[in-house]
């Protein structure tokens, strides 16, 4: 069977989007790593390839936390699944998906 990761940079957007009181950020931050963990995902932390590979990206994107999850996804490798259709630009790893 093939490991499904969680990034813990999703963890730190969602950490700092709802400190921000962003709209949808209504989770606390270690809920949802305590709830990926049980569901049976591994943690990828953000190691300094993955930090380092951010400042070689194409400006396809501005968003830092899109760009380090791709960086992540390019590093390791592993497939990254996205709703953002932008992503999908930087590497063939990079799969667009159709949000409901």
Known sequence: A???????????????????????FTVKPREIARAACDSGFSELPVGSEAA???????????DPFDRLLVAQAMSEPAIFYTADHRLPAYSELIHRIRSA
């Open 52 to 62: 380092a590979l951010v400042a070689e990206l194409p400006r396809l994107h501005r």
């Open 2 to 24: 093939e490991e499904v990761l969680f990034s813990a940079a999703s963890i730190w957007e969602i950490a700092i989007k709802s400190r921000l009181g962003r709209t949808g």
